[in-house]
């Protein structure tokens, strides 16, 4: 059997080796950890498109924050 935990781990790497080389040509700004954890998301049932549009609106949401953020160091400065 730990030959066949090897190879499925070894075929997970893989798999996440070539959709972060697609997310990077894709400039998703994902990380292979990021990834992954959308990868077993969905796997687990989780909506891509839904998922997707999560992910979207975390990201205005920090840039939100961290432009206010700055303005409150700018300030305090």
């Known amino acids: 059997m730990p030959a066949a935990d ?3 781990r070894k075929a997970a790497r893989e798999t ?3 959709l972060h080389e697609i997310s990077t040509l894709l400039n998703t700004n994902l990380d292979r950890q990021s990834l ?3 990868v077993s998301l969905i ?3 989780v ?3 839904a998922l997707a549009k999560l992910i979207k609106e975390l990201r205005v949401q920090n840039a939100r924050y961290e432009a206010e ?7 305090v400065a």
């Not at 953020?69 to 300030?75: I, Y």
């Open 36 to 38: 992954s954890y959308c």
């Open 69 to 75: 953020r700055g303005g409150e160091a700018a300030s």
């Open 47 to 49: 909506n891509p498109e």
């Open 16 to 18: 996440i080796d070539i």
């Open 6 to 8: 090897d190879s499925k």
């Open 43 to 45: 796997e687990n049932g």
